[in-house]
């Protein structure tokens, strides 16, 4: 039994939560970080160790490093709303800057060097707001990321500190850019699941809205795939950025008709207004994760769909 002591913050959120179930199965010991802002207690794995505190207050962080003394940190505390970004770039760059560089400060302090020979700081970056709107699709990590949002740019500026203190201080990382994540317990009342939000819809008889002409697209990856990608991350020799998608395509028109589908097809959409600056097309080339990381998607969007749907409807 491995009882290697791991830190997620952000382990009370969707993505978050689904990782420390996993750890917990798979032996490690697991301690949470989460201010609960839009994480959930009734998501927290009764083995798991819980802080309820923000990654912006450093005394608290370094408390729990004191306690914890964990090995490995998977940092996926985040402000994760684009849209609340673009009307408010400062908090969001505190949470997704700041509240990061203050982890890993207390990172490296509590493990001094030689001893964390070893450890890893996995980070929740993002494939879908870091390459902007571009023609190569699917975008591979190669291709320049210019951000079309605070959020991106947080997430990218975050990647680069911690290429810095690679680099200076030896701290190894990976970074996993995501797609369009999707799944159980993702959170319906926010602005970032739009699978989550349309399942909600469907299910307390509301006519989903498509913003556009619902030809925008995503790539959409299944959570327990994303959490395959981050078990892989820490196990593996491995270090680096890594987008994490499908390489699929797939329209909002599209994504709802398939939702729409696992529930009894009888729901109609409506359209509104376009969001302004939204991307027009989004989806990753994986090649180097299959090669690296060894990581590829199993669960193709109608079965997660399908899982996803079902958990909606026994909530
Ligand atoms: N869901 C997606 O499609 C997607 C795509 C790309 C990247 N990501 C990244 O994955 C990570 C997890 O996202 P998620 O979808 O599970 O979102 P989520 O909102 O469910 O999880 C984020 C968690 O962080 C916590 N948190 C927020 N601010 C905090 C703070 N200041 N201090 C402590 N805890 C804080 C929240 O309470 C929540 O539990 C995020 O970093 C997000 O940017 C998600």
């Known amino acids: 039994m491995n009882k290697q002591t791991i830190l997620i913050t952000g382990g009370a959120g969707f993505i978050g939560s689904h990782l420390a179930d996993r750890l917990i199965q798979e032996g490690y010991k697991v301690v949470v970080v989460d201010n609960l802002s839009s994480g959930k207690r009734k998501n927290l794995n009764p083995q798991a160790k819980f802080y309820k505190a923000d990654i912006r207050n450093k005394k608290a962080l370094t408390n729990v490093f004191e306690k914890e003394k964990p090995r490995d940190v998977f ?10 970004s673009v009307d408010d770039p400062v908090e969001d760059a505190k949470i997704n800057i700041l509240g990061g560089l203050n982890l890993i400060q207390c990172f490296i302090q509590s493990n001094p060097l030689p001893n964390w020979k070893g450890a890893k700081f996995i980070f929740s970056s993002t494939g879908g707001a870091i390459y902007g709107d571009t023609k190569t699709i699917p975008t591979s990590e190669k291709f320049p990321a210019r951000p079309m949002s605070p959020y991106g740019i947080a997430k990218l500026s975050f990647e680069h500190y911690l290429d810095y203190y690679q680099k200076v201080f030896g701290l190894d990382f990976v970074s996993l850019r995501y797609a369009n994540v999707y799944g159980p317990r993702q959170n319906s009342k926010g602005e970032a699941g739009v699978v989550a939000i349309f399942c909600d819809q469907i299910l307390s008889k509301n006519k989903p809205v498509i913003y556009g002409n619902g030809q925008q697209t995503r790539d959409y990856v299944f ?14 020799n491995v270090k680096g950025v890594f987008n994490i998608g499908t390489g699929k395509e797939t329209s909002v028109n599209q994504l709802f008709q398939k939702i729409n589908k696992t529930f009894d097809g009888k729901i109609r959409k409506k359209y509104g207004p376009a969001k302004k600056g939204e991307q027009k097309r989004s989806c990753l080339d994986c090649q180097k994760a299959k090669k690296v990381l060894g990581w590829k998607n199993k669960v193709e969007l109608d079965e997660g769909l399908e899982r996803t749907a079902k958990w909606f409807k026994n909530v």
């Open 75 to 84: 940092h996926l505390a985040a402000q994760i709303n684009l849209r609340k």
């Open 223 to 236: 959570v327990d795939d994303v959490v395959e990608a981050n078990i892989l991350s820490l196990q593996k």
